[in-house]
């Protein structure tokens, strides 16, 4: 077997793929005990020893896929990802990268490329996307006449959530979220005891409908994607099966109409 092909049997083998689980679920363990000033005093040479250890270890992982693949190494988008990910982590972190530095723990990441399940769900929320999309735009467009509204109805009392657009959009986006909704509605009423009208309109249209809908539509993703786990049996392949189970009696009617045939061959004309 050529040397190449060797390669690639061990880059895709379950064991391999099974250690690099491993290397960065450590790898991640590892960043979050590098938080703690107290282990980093006391153990930050061994942590950062072992942060470079995996990092080695990634860069080998994919240098050999690289050579295993080939330029075919790019037409994967999970590989595209991972590489992305490791040359993140090669860029130079100094005190004045620290943003840099904090990016070291999107190798964690690489769990989603690695795990077929956890691809399955990546790829239902990019399948839903265009649902996603319209259903940011209904409620971008809520935000706005919504803002608009509540502006113009609750700008004179003084309240600062309400003092402009952005400001009450804001708010709204609060309220949509049902964080403290009821303290708003009530703070507002002080003044204008009819508010409580537009609060409860707004709160059925954007949470109750809305963002129900989002979760119909993620939910509506992952099912498809379930339905087409390996291991399902397609319908198609069942009713073909069904006719085979009338070979028999087609056989029967087959016979019983030769003998009829034979019987009326027999009868003077």
Sequence with gaps: MPLRE????????????????????????VLGLQTSARLTAEYGGLLEALDGAALVIFVGELALRLYAHRLSFFRDPWSCFDFVIVTISLLPASEGLSVIRAL??????RLVSMVPSMRRVISALLSAIPGITSLAALLGLLLYVGGVMATTLFQAGGDPRFADLGSTI????????????????????????????????????????????????VCSAMEGAMSTEPGDTPVPAQ???????????????????????????????
């Excluded at 070291?104 to 990441?109: F, G, K, Q, S, V």
């Design 104 to 109: 070291r723990i999107l190798r964690m990441l």
């Design 239 to 269: 009713r073909a099966v069904e006719p085979a189970e009338h070979d028999p009696v087609l056989g029967e009617l087959r016979l019983l109409r030769q003998e009829v045939q034979a019987l009326r061959a027999q009868q003077p004309s």
């Design 170 to 217: 804001l708010t709204l986006f609060q309220i949509t979220t049902g964080d403290g909704w009821s303290d708003v509605m009530r703070d507002v009423m002080a003044k204008q005891p009819l508010a409580w009208i537009f609060f409860v309109s707004y709160l059925l249209v954007g949470t109750f409908t809305v963002l129900n809908l989002f979760i119909a539509v």
């Design 6 to 29: 060797r390669v690639r049997a061990l880059t895709d083998g379950e064991r391999f793929q099974r250690v690099i689980i491993c290397v960065i679920v450590v790898n991640a363990v």
